[in-house]
């Protein structure tokens, strides 16, 4: 097949395959749920190692292309000043902090994390538009995506228990509000995509756009943490690895190169995200060098919702010319009219489903 036929095969599959894969999450998470308390079933825990720690670690796989190396260190504060800070300030203060004591870190921690999800939710919608030709997100619909993410992270963050923290920081006065902030987002988002003229609102747009935007809605509808979170957290994990895997298969190479690359996604992956995994279980260990471990991984992971935010963030030049190159079905070229992120250009700074920032 050409590149023109096979385009619209590599595109809907992607959005069609993300869409299935997050519903799947969703559904396996709050089917499986154990009670409280227990630990989740072997199935379970893996669909959630996938999603989690092999997820995170994929993004070294980046360290192995060459120009991506090269555009990282030219960067060096965002791509090695900053991860180093975060890994090596996590784990001394793990190590230094009462395991108590440092538990009040993770309310803010996973503030940030689930921020960084539905960033990559607006990604995912705003990719969705410009690919299925229905014009860039307003500023309003942009809006009503983060405004709903927002609204989820303070109603978990009211109820510590989804989140199975060993802190309370006394938000729960505060989920009410939460759960009709979040309930006022999706009512302005589905408004404002109804009042869309009919050719800017394709199925697989406003498909995206509604799965971005009830996101967070098991947090307000389930009391067990894997009903209510887990989900989420497994669904973000394999939309990146969708994205990844095509990544590392698209360009204009042969197809050794693609498998290789893809085998060495694969492995990175695998390889990295298992010793994320061991030091993820290593938040209650007694021993100083354990608790090092545990806030080294947390550092790692905050590391990734950086590097991410560099590397698919598409108003910068380099990041829209490389994934335009791999993606372009998802990504069009720039046209020489049109330099990169010219303002005209409704998808100048369209970020990708990656952990990318929208801003």
């Known amino acids: 097949m ?5 385009s619209p095969v590599l595109r809907g599959s992607w959005l069609y395959g993300t869409v299935l894969l997050t519903l799947a999450c969703y559904a396996v998470t709050i089917a499986f749920a154990p009670a409280a308390g227990h630990p989740p079933a072997a199935a379970l825990g893996t669909l959630l190692f996938l999603g989690t720690s092999v997820h995170v670690a994929s993004t070294a796989w980046f360290w192995t292309v060459g120009a991506v190396r090269r555009h990282m260190l030219a960067s060096p504060g965002r791509y090695l000043v900053a991860p180093a800070v975060l890994v090596a300030g996590s784990a001394l203060l793990a190590a230094a902090l009462p395991a108590a004591a440092f538990g009040w870190v993770l309310p803010g921690f996973l503030a940030w994390q689930f921020f960084h999800f539905q960033k990559q939710n607006l990604g995912l919608a705003a990719l969705a538009a410009t690919s299925y030709g229905a014009g860039g997100l307003s500023r309003s619909e942009r809006r009503a995506v983060t405004g709903a993410g927002l609204a989820g992270i303070v109603g978990l963050l009211a109820r510590p228990g989804l989140l199975q923290l060993g802190v309370d920081p006394r938000l729960e006065p505060l989920r009410p509000f939460a759960a ?13 995509l109804v009042r869309r003229p009919r050719g800017r609102r394709p199925v ?32 973000h ?18 197809g050794l ?53 560099g590397l698919w963030r ?46």
């Open 237 to 254: 994990g394999y939309q990146y690895l969708v994205i990844m895997g095509l990544v590392a298969a698209g360009g204009r190479r042969a």
């Open 180 to 192: 009709a902030g979040y309930g006022l987002c999706v009512l302005a988002g589905l408004a404002l």
């Open 2 to 6: 050409s590149g023109s036929t096979m």
């Open 314 to 359: 598409l108003r910068d030049a380099f990041p829209r010319a490389f994934l335009a190159d791999r993606l372009p079905y998802l990504v069009p070229h720039p046209r020489p009219s049109q330099p990169t992120g010219r303002p005209g250009d409704p998808t100048a700074g369209t970020p990708v489903p990656a952990g990318g920032r929208g801003d």
């Open 257 to 309: 190169d693609r498998l290789l690359s893809l085998a060495l996604l694969l492995n990175i992956a695998l390889l990295l995200g298992t010793g994320l995994n061991l030091a993820s279980h290593l938040h209650g260990a007694s021993a100083p060098g354990g608790r090092a471990l545990y806030g080294g991984y947390l550092g790692l992971v905050a590391a990734h919702f950086v590097v991410d935010a």
């Open 204 to 235: 697989p747009f406003v498909l995206v756009q509604l799965l971005c935007l009830l996101f967070f809605l098991p947090a307000f509808c389930f009391d067990s943490p894997y009903a209510a979170v887990a989900g989420l957290t497994a669904a």
